[in-house]
T-cell receptor
Framework: AQKITQTQPGMFVQEKEAVTLDCTYD???????LFWYKQPSSGEMIFLIY??????QNATEGRYSLNFQKARKSANLVISASQLGDSAMYFC??????????????FGKGTSLLVTP | EPEVTQTPSHQVTQMGQEVILRCVPISNHLYFYWYRQILGQKVEFLVS????????KSEIFDDQFSVERPDGSNFTLKIRSTKLEDSAMYFC???????????FGPGTRLTVL
């Protein structure tokens, strides 16, 4: 079963608009972390934002915020004021703390975001 | 800002050959990881390494793979006898502890012919 589901293979947004990239996750572990990474066409993986399962508030990092809805098991990434340089693949990932998976990151399939002028 | 570095950026090899992919993790980090991403697919975990030994490995990380920290800075992934299906982008990552964010290197694109 998929641990991380990203249902949007591709998204378009106009420059300066906000966009939400969806991520749902599946875990029975009460302690876990959720991450978003950006992968531009050059291929590197850039860490964007982190949300811990026990964090009371939604994480924010500059123009990135994470809409964390624990009961719904969703951790959507919101990018405000999109810029052309935001065009990239975006991956949601989860780290569970249990004896089987240790601390490996489990990634979703990604969402390709294209920002248009 | 410190970053993870990887060499080479591209490696082309013949099937059956051995390859070594190299990584220099962030200097004060203690946990090291290798992931791979087959073209167009999601990133998959291979192995984690701590205190000079493997702490966890996936089903992908079979006997053809090995990791080593030969000195205080380098962290290597060796594929003993490459197969066509080993063609992928290989990412090294490091974290200061196992509960913290993993920072990725730029990747090595491996092409097996």
């Amino acid at each position: 079963a998929q641990k991380i589901t990203q249902t949007q293979p591709g998204m378009f947004v106009q420059e300066k608009e906000a966009v939400t990239l969806d991520c749902t996750y599946d875990t029975s572990d009460p302690s876990y972390g959720l991450f978003w990474y950006k992968q531009p066409s050059s291929g590197e993986m850039i860490f964007l934002i982190y949300q811990g399962s026990y964090d009371q508030q939604n994480a924010t990092e500059g123009r990135y915020s994470l809409n964390f809805q624990k009961a719904r098991k969703s951790a959507n990434l919101v990018i405000s004021a999109s810029q052309l340089g935001d065009s990239a693949m975006y991956f949601c990932a989860m780290r569970e703390r249990n004896s089987n998976s240790g601390y490996a990151l489990n990634f979703g399939k990604g969402t390709s975001l294209l920002v248009t002028p | 800002e410190p970053e993870v570095t990887q060499t080479p950026s591209h490696q082309v090899t013949q099937m059956g050959q051995e390859v070594i992919l190299r990584c220099v993790p962030i200097s004060n980090h203690l946990y090291f990881y290798w992931y791979r991403q087959i073209l167009g697919q999601k990133v998959e975990f291979l192995v984690s390494f701590y205190n000079n030994e493997i702490s966890e490995k996936s089903e992908i990380f079979d006997d053809q793979f090995s990791v080593e920290r030969p000195d205080g800075s380098n962290f290597t992934l060796k594929i003993r006898s490459t197969k066509l299906e080993d063609s992928a982008m290989y990412f090294c990552a490091s974290s200061p502890d196992r509960a913290n964010t993993q920072y990725f290197g730029p990747g090595t694109r491996l092409t097996v012919l």
